[in-house]
Structures are given as C-alpha cells and as structure tokens.
C-alpha cells in the first residue's frame, strides 16, 4: 500500500504575504519570483510599493511555476509564458461555462 502525503494551506483572500513567505510557500527563490513580477506573471498588491505585497491567491500561481520549472525545466520566461496561456484558459472555461449555463436546457 502507497501512502501519499499531501500538503493543505489555507488561503485567505484578505491576507498578504511578503516576497520571503511567497518564496517559501512557493518553493522558487525571491530572484525567481521578482523575474515572473516583472514579466507580469505574478502581480503585486501594489506593484510600485516596497516591500512588494502579494494576494494569498498567488502562492497558488508561484506553485504552479516551480512545479513548471521543475517538470520542464523552463527559465523564467517560458513560466512566465506558460502561466499566462494558463489562466488565458482558465478565464476562457469560465466564459464558455457562463454562456452554457444561459443556453436553454433540453428536455
């Protein structure tokens, strides 16, 4: 029998995080995660704010990242690639799901 361990964090939208606990959260480093803030793939509460802020929503994006970087090996630019064309999907199911949800069902 496998046991599998599973790691569980609770994210609470109201919460900031700091550059040093998104890193730890995340598993990529601080340089990591300031290349993919500034290719736009991770944003800031406050992008012209020092120290720089995060939502706790983005520990989810930064995992994804170094899971990412770790499975294929990609710089800061393919994540940052890979992590826009990623939630361009996301928010495209989303529409597709709103404009099923208007259809009228068949009997």
Not at 13 to 26: K, P
Not at 60 to 66: D, G, L, M, S
Not at 67 to 92: K, P, S, V, Y
């Amino acid at each position: 029998m496998k046991v599998e361990l599973t790691e569980v964090l609770w994210l609470d939208e109201q919460e900031q995080l700091s550059l040093t606990e998104l890193a730890g959260l995340s598993g990529l480093s601080e340089a990591e995660l300031h290349e993919l803030v500034d290719f736009g793939a991770i944003i800031p509460v406050d992008p012209g704010a020092e120290p720089l802020g995060f939502r706790a929503d983005c520990v989810v994006t930064a995992r994804t990242a170094c899971r990412l970087r770790t499975d294929f090996e990609l710089d800061a630019q393919g994540l940052a690639l890979a992590l826009t064309l990623l939630n361009r999907i996301h928010d495209l199911e989303a529409q597709l799901r709103d404009l099923s949800a208007q259809l009228p069902r068949r009997p």
